[in-house]
C-alpha cells in the first residue's frame, strides 16, 4: 500500500464546511472542527484503514471515497489530537512515516477575470458550494494527489472572503473552483499555493 497523500486542517473554514455537508456521505463536519484527508493506493485497501481509525479514536467518517487506482478518506473531530491520532494509527497499519506522502504537485493554475454570464451560468450548474456571478474572477486549481485540494480550499478561505464552488478531493487529480473579486481571488490564490508549496514529503515527478 501507498500513503499518496495526508493532509490535516486545524479549523475547518465555514465554506469548505458547508460544501463538504453537502457532497459527504458519512457524518457531516461542523465549523472549526479539525480534519484529516487522506489518500492511498490501490482503493480497496482504505476500508482497512477506515476501521483502524475509527477503533482508536473518537473520529467520525465524512467520505469514504473507494476507486480501483485510489482510496481517499475524510475524518474529522473537535479534537484536533484525536485527528492527529487517527493519522498516526494509519500510518503504522500502512508501515509508513506521515513524512513519506507525495508531495502535493500543481499542475494548473488559471484566473479568469469579469467572466461572462453564459459562463457563470455554465459553473452555477456543475458546483455543489456557492455561486459565482458575472463580472467576478474565477479561480481555477488542479492539484496531484487530488486530496490535498482540500488544504488549497481551506487556505485560500482562511485568506480572503472567497466563494468555495467546488473542491474535489478524489481520482487522478484534484481540482477547487473559487470565485470572488479580483483582489480576493488575488490574495485566495497565493494562499492556496503557498500552502500546498510548504507541505513535505517525497518528490512528485
Not at 461542523?30 to 482508536?56: M, V
Not at 467518517?61 to 479534537?79: F, K, N, S, T, W
Not at 508531495?103 to 459562463?119: A, F, L
Request: charged share 20%; aromatic share 4%.
Amino acid at each position: 500500500m501507498e500513503l499518496r497523500a495526508l493532509t490535516i486542517l486545524d479549523s475547518l473554514q465555514p465554506q469548505l464546511t458547508g460544501f463538504l455537508q453537502t457532497v459527504c456521505s458519512g457524518f457531516m463536519p461542523r465549523e472549526h472542527e479539525a480534519a484529516l484527508f487522506l489518500e492511498i493506493a490501490p482503493g480497496i485497501a482504505i476500508n482497512q484503514l477506515t476501521d483502524i481509525a475509527l477503533k482508536t479514536t473518537t473520529c467520525r467518517p465524512g467520505m469514504q471515497i473507494v476507486e480501483r487506482a485510489y482510496g481517499m478518506l475524510e475524518l474529522h473531530d473537535e479534537d484536533r489530537g484525536q485527528v492527529e491520532a487517527a493519522a498516526s494509527a494509519m500510518c503504522e497499519r500502512l508501515g509508513v512515516k506521515p513524512a513519506e506522502r507525495l508531495k502535493p504537485r500543481i499542475v494548473s493554475s488559471q484566473v479568469i477575470t469579469g467572466i461572462d454570464g453564459h459562463q457563470s451560468q455554465l459553473i452555477n450548474r456543475m458546483r455543489h458550494g456557492d455561486m459565482i456571478v458575472a463580472g467576478q474572477t474565477l479561480y481555477i486549481l488542479e492539484v496531484h494527489p487530488a486530496a490535498y485540494a482540500a488544504l488549497a480550499a481551506n487556505e485560500a478561505e482562511k485568506a480572503a472572503p472567497i466563494h468555495v464552488l467546488e473542491v474535489i478531493t478524489f481520482g487522478a487529480f484534484g481540482r477547487l473552483w473559487l470565485g470572488g473579486s479580483e483582489a480576493e481571488i488575488a490574495e485566495a490564490s497565493r494562499a492556496a499555493e503557498a500552502a500546498l508549496a510548504a507541505v513535505t514529503g517525497r518528490e512528485n515527478k
